[in-house]
């Protein structure tokens, strides 16, 4: 009787083991909207398993303690993990051994600055505006390429970037200054150039603001050569507006108060390139800075035909028709000249 009782048992308890080993073959699903756990590190497995029960993930805790019973030498990654649909508990286990987490997409876009990347942090609520940005003021990441770089600005690659939960604001400024190192060692390979890289880069910064127009840049690039050669101040709107947004004084158009700023880096009152860059320039403008095309060109405008375009002169004559014909044609006062300057700081310039 006993030994037959002790079959049966054994039977049973093979039945029930089959059964439990199948369970984790068999999707399930007990949640209804989307589900995203956030496993920190130290979770341990007992509480991973219970997390994705409660929650729904898989049916019963014991599920995964035995997977994890199967695997004992896997390793379990900690993050955060998006469960939109039925899966089964073995699939489940491989997606944290495998770390498959959920990312967060951060976009940022050429000519992006500091300020409007840390503005777009706003949406997440593990990253800092404010954090980002004493990030970003210390240049220490690519010191070592560009030692005359005052920020990281004009390093901060602009590009698609994955991030979790556990991204700080220094690992994303890591992973941005990581993909201009890449980029830059390409463009170097196809057209080295003996310019310091903190002034080539802020060039590419002042094209890529000036102009979206791509066949334009190589043009706009020339424009701002040939005035560093002779001396002549840049007058790049941009840079004023930069350096009223370093000033925190930014109100959406320049005033005359912002052409009159002894901000370095407005260039109505400072010959030759700002300190650093302006705005975080792609590629193409950095192969524009890079190699300029080879004009006459000291002047520019934008066309009034909405094309994005712009009008290049020679000569102020052949720029004041240019604008006077911009201005006719879209009802603009003449804008406010400059306040006389105290005095012209002339730098210069290394290209």
């Not at 970037?161 to 690992?171: C, G, M, N, V, W």
């Not at 375009?309 to 004041?320: A, V, Y």
Request: proline share 7%; aromatic share 10%.
């Amino acid at each position: 009787m006993i030994r037959r009782l002790s079959v049966a048992f054994l039977v049973l308890a093979a039945v029930a083991a089959g059964l439990a080993y199948l369970s984790l073959g068999a999707a399930y699903q007990g949640f209804s909207n989307q589900v995203i756990l956030d496993l920190p590190k130290g979770t341990s497995t007992r509480a991973m398993a219970d997390q994705l029960a409660e929650a729904g993930v898989i049916r019963f805790s014991w599920q995964f303690l035995l997977l994890r019973i199967l695997r004992p030498t896997a390793r379990l990654e900690a993050g955060e993990y998006l469960f939109s649909h039925a899966d089964t508990p073995r699939n489940i286990f491989s997606r944290i051994v495998r770390g498959d987490v959920f990312f967060y997409e951060l976009i940022v876009p050429e000519g992006s600055n500091m300020f409007d990347i840390a503005a777009s942090l706003g949406r997440f609520d593990f990253l800092k505006p404010a954090a980002f940005l004493r990030a970003a003021r210390n240049p220490s990441l690519i010191r070592d390429i560009a030692p005359g770089a005052p920020t990281l600005e004009g390093y901060l690659f602009p590009s698609r970037y994955r991030i979790t939960r556990a991204t700080t604001e220094q690992q994303l400024c890591v992973m941005m200054t990581g993909l201009f190192r890449k980029h830059w060692r390409e463009l170097q390979a196809s057209e080295p150039s003996g310019t310091a890289v903190n002034d080539t880069v802020t060039m590419a910064s002042l094209v890529e603001k000036e102009t979206a127009v791509p066949d334009e840049r190589r043009i706009v690039a020339s424009v701002y050569d040939n005035r560093l050669r002779r001396g002549m101040a840049l007058d790049c709107d941009p840079t004023t507006i930069y350096a009223s947004l370093l000033e925190d004084r930014y109100r959406g158009v320049i005033y005359r108060s912002d052409l009159a700023s002894d901000n370095a880096y407005n260039t109505y009152r400072h010959a030759g390139l700002p300190p650093g860059p302006i705005a975080n320039p792609g590629v193409e403008s950095l192969k524009a800075a890079l190699a300029p095309a080879q004009t006459d060109y000291l002047y520019f405008v934008a066309k009034p035909d909405g094309s994005g375009g712009h009008q290049f002169s020679t000569t102020m004559e052949q720029h004041n028709v240019a604008v006077q014909k911009y201005r006719r044609a879209t009802n603009r006062q003449p804008d406010p000249p400059p306040a006389p300057p105290r005095r012209r700081h002339v730098q210069k310039s290394k290209r």
